[in-house]
């Protein structure tokens, strides 16, 4: 049974897809996506990605790691959203890096999701010079497949996760260079760095964990904000990413949490509590403590 789309939320759709990016791949990415970690198989994945494309999401995260793509496929199908509409993004796990683990590990999340194609294919962690040896030929064959998957139309656009300069460098001098890397973002660890070297080389960041998992929810700097401007905690987070040229990957399992959080794009941050906001990274609050090199 498909479910019904409100007129509304085709509009926040729209809205949100018109506020997106445009790929060096020449496709369009909304300006805020939907995630899917932690989301447990079965009905609660179904239900939750079928309220976010009922909210107005139309880019969804999703990983073969999270164990969920076949419930995701489930709710993709049930949903009634044009194909042509969805974003749907997935990633290849650390133990398939590798040319043709990486194509079978694609293969294999393709027919979880039940999809002909995906619009994003992510490396999800890159091999590390501190825990691979070879780091560099494993991440470069991985991208390869990357590459041939792409050539052949199995995915419009490719990129990386969790990538920094050092472990970039290689995939930048190959024929298709990274379009996305998805890192962790939010007040608390905002990574400016790692964003102004890959928006100056031309990719497109994502934010992940723009709560810092909840936590950065109740850090009292952002509540002050959240008070002055007559927003949510969450919505100074997503708007937070959004002003640093982010796309944000919000997770929520409560309707009205993810709609709630869907409404950034009608005020902004002004530069001094911007400032303010970058001053948390000296506390690292939300920080998951997850680097590929540690
Ligand atoms: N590439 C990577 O390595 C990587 C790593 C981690 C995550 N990700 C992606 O990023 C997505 C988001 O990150 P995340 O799931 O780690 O954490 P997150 O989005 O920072 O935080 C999720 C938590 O915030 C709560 N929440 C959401 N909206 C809220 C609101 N308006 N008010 C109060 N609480 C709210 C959620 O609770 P409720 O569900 O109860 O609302 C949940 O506990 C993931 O789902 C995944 O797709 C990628």
């Known amino acids: 049974m498909t479910i019904e789309i409100r007129a509304e939320a085709k509009a926040k759709a729209l809205e949100i897809c018109k506020a997106g990016f445009k790929l060096s791949s020449g496709h369009n990415i909304p300006a805020i996506g939907f995630g899917t970690w932690a989301l447990t198989p079965g009905t609660d994945t179904v239900e939750a990605v079928k309220c976010a494309l009922q909210s107005g999401y139309r880019l969804i995260d999703g990983a073969a790691f999270y164990g969920n793509e076949i419930s995701v496929g489930q709710a993709l199908a049930q949903s009634g959203v044009p194909r042509e509409e969805l974003f749907i993004t997935s990633k290849v796990w650390i133990d398939s890096l590798g040319y043709q683990k990486t194509i079978d590990a694609f293969m294999k999340s393709l027919r979880e999701l039940n999809l002909e194609y995906l619009d994003l294919y992510l490396i999800h962690w890159p091999a590390s010079p501190y825990k691979h040896p070879n780091w560099e030929r494993l991440n470069l064959e991985t991208w390869q497949a990357m590459i041939k998957l792409y050539q052949d139309g199995y995915i419009r656009t490719i990129g990386v996760s969790n990538f920094k300069e050092l472990h970039l460098g290689a995939l930048m001098e190959t024929q298709v260079q990274p379009m996305v890397n998805q890192i962790e973002i939010h007040p608390g660890y905002s990574q400016r760095k790692l964003i102004k070297f890959c928006q100056d080389n031309n990719i497109v960041v994502e934010g992940w964990s723009p709560f810092g998992r909840g936590t950065v929810l109740s850090n009292n700097v952002v509540n002050d904000l959240a008070k002055k401007y007559q927003r949510t905690p969450a919505q100074i987070c997503l708007r937070f990413a959004r002003q640093l040229g982010v796309i ?47």
Not at 264 to 269: E, G, H, K, L, R
């Open 248 to 294: 944000p990957i919000p997770k929520s399992a409560s309707m009205d949490r993810m709609s709630a959080n869907l409404d950034i794009f009608d005020f902004s941050i002004s530069n001094e509590d911007m400032l303010t906001l970058y001053s948390l990274d000296t506390t690292k609050v939300g920080f998951s403590g997850e680097d590929p090199d540690l």
